[in-house]
């Protein structure tokens, strides 16, 4: 669900944003509409049914006022001739009408029927309700209204189909008889309850969801396509300085965003050059002295003094070739291939052989991958160097995971304590002599290590090994 509710690309966030704005214009405007309507439709019935009081007086009067002997004829000439807006009878006994769930429609029609025949005919004894079709009785015998022949009251409640509540009122006369009146509404569809999410606004509301959702896609996509444009060549910009400079081109905003990457990676190729430059000027200017006082050196009588200047020398030599290595170990120029990394492993591993000192041991496989091939292998060179130099046995281990490959170097040796361990990736840091087997070394293998390691978009991590000493781990993407 929280993947859902806050998802992780911009994209889906503004789809989300789209999604949610536009429920919450509809639930707003629905209700609003079904609010207005309801007002509208209580409104259409109170008219309604004041004027239906009125004629419904008018009719109880002119049969209250009939003799009694008459009445029975007058009804049987309005049931030949089809009825008239009322059903009226004429019965011994009130008939009882069958429980209906009601509404504040229903009430309001009853209650103004109620007071205006009050009005109209004096206090009196009323019975005012609502029966379905198929329920309604009419006559002393209680005949349903399905038995009647249909022109009896074609006008007033055979309406095909009938399916609406029929407004009963049945009130006592003189001799014990009672007048039952019934009629349908014209409006009676709207004594039911009505669904506040109908067919038709269900259709309604989905259509303007999905029209919402595909034309919010699309923009959405459009507008951020330059985007990951963008993304993608920033990420490019790490592992190649050459890469091209972005298209100008679009909106505004993103032609300056554009133009601004375009000047940013101009002036980063720029510094690494004039870094570069500066370097190999200062490494190559030291090597003629660094030479003529070495030669010098050979010359001098004492032999303490000479093996001291000599021992200096060396130092300032060391420091010179390691600067050289580090502007060489940065440089990553090189375009990536497919590499069998198994091959490159072993081949690093038949290279170091010579150490017949330590014992190396590779397990797994890591398959291919693509990689800047120079730059990787002095990266798993350095790494397995170290080891090597640092211990007596070394064990290898390659993983291939679904997205990337883990290499695993571990070493029985000394170790790196945990609070140096970050501290080690700094150029020219060397642990002496928590790590001296052998001397040497300028310090730069696992800066130079983790700065490739990085390029390719992955990581490197120092943790103690199984057998007591260091395991370094490389995780190298596959998707690069």
Not at 179 to 208: C, I, K, Q, Y
Not at 259 to 274: D, L, P, Y
């Amino acid at each position: 669900m929280k993947r859902w509710w806050r998802p992780r690309t911009l994209r889906g966030r503004f789809v989300l944003i789209m999604l949610l704005g536009v429920l919450s214009a509809q639930l707003a405007s629905y209700g609003i509409w079904s609010w207005q309507e309801n007002r509208e439709r209580l409104a259409r019935l109170d008219a309604l049914s004041r004027n239906l009081a009125d004629s419904l007086a008018a009719t109880v009067r002119y049969f209250s006022s009939l003799p009694y002997e008459y009445r029975h004829i007058v009804l049987d000439q309005l049931r030949d001739m089809g009825g008239t807006r009322f059903f009226v009878s004429v019965n011994d006994h009130r008939i009882e009408l069958p429980h209906t769930s009601g509404g504040a429609a229903r009430e309001m029609v009853a209650s103004n029927l109620h007071d205006g025949l009050i009005r109209e005919l004096g206090q009196r004894e009323l019975h005012i309700g609502f029966s379905r079709p198929g329920d309604l009785r009419v006559f002393n015998n209680e005949v349903p209204l399905a038995d009647l022949p249909a022109h009896w009251a074609h006008r007033s409640l055979t309406i095909v189909p009938l399916s609406t509540p029929i407004l009963v009122v049945q009130m006592p006369l003189e001799a014990g008889d009672w007048l039952f009146v019934a009629t349908s509404l014209p409006m009676a569809e709207t004594l039911e309850h009505g669904s506040w999410l109908a067919g038709d606004r269900l259709f309604v509301s989905l259509a303007v969801l999905l029209t919402v959702i595909g034309l919010s896609l699309w923009g959405i996509r459009w507008s951020t396509r330059p985007l990951s444009v963008l993304a993608k060549a920033a990420r490019r910009l790490g592992d190649d300085l050459e890469s091209p400079p972005l298209a100008e081109r679009g909106p505004r905003e993103l032609r300056d965003t554009a133009a601004a990457f375009n000047r940013m990676s101009e002036r980063i190729r720029h510094q690494v050059e004039e870094r570069e430059r500066l370097f190999s000027a200062i490494s190559h200017d030291l090597k003629t002295p660094i030479t003529r006082l070495r030669l010098r050196a050979e010359m001098l009588d004492a032999p303490a003094q000479r093996e001291a200047f000599i021992r200096s020398l060396d130092e300032m030599d060391q420091l010179v070739k390691g600067a050289l290595a580090s502007v060489k170990g940065l440089d990553l120029h090189e375009q990536a291939t497919a590499i069998d990394l198994d091959a490159m492993v072993q081949a690093l591993i038949d290279d170091l052989a010579w150490h017949d000192e330590a014992s190396v041991h590779l397990e797994g496989r890591g398959g291919w991958l693509m990689a800047k091939p120079l730059a990787l292998k002095r990266c798993l060179a350095n790494v397995i160097e170290n080891a090597i130099f640092y211990a007596q046995c070394v064990r290898i281990e390659l993983r291939r995971h679904p997205d990337h490959i883990h290499v695993i170097v571990s070493d029985d040796g000394p170790g790196i304590p945990a609070e140096q361990r970050e501290r080690v990736f700094e150029p020219f840091v060397r642990l002496e002599p928590s790590r001296n087997r052998h001397t040497g070394g300028s310090g730069l293998g696992l800066a130079i290590a983790r700065h490739i390691v990085r390029a390719h978009g992955g990581d490197i991590r120092l943790e103690t090994a199984r057998e007591g000493g260091l395991s370094v781990t490389l995780s190298l993407p596959l998707q690069h």
